[in-house]
């Protein structure tokens, strides 16, 4: 019986608004937009999504 799968499938995936990883929800960094809420992996995405978004 493999049980840790089990504990996997309730950890609920974000993906990455800068580099596209899938990271846990709890863990990750959110950002809201004027549209949607943006989530990040960490705060060296946060950053580079935020340089990106107000490069116009
Ligand atoms: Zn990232």
């Not at 990750?28 to 949607?36: G, P, S």
Request: with cysteine; glycine share 4%.
């Amino acid at each position: 019986m493999n049980t840790k799968q089990q504990t996997d499938q309730l950890v609920k995936l974000v993906k990455c608004e800068s580099c596209m990883k899938e990271v846990p929800a709890s863990g990750a960094k959110n950002a809201e937009t004027a549209d949607y809420v943006a989530h990040f992996c960490g705060l060296a995405c946060f950053d580079t999504w935020r340089k990106q978004t107000e490069k116009r």
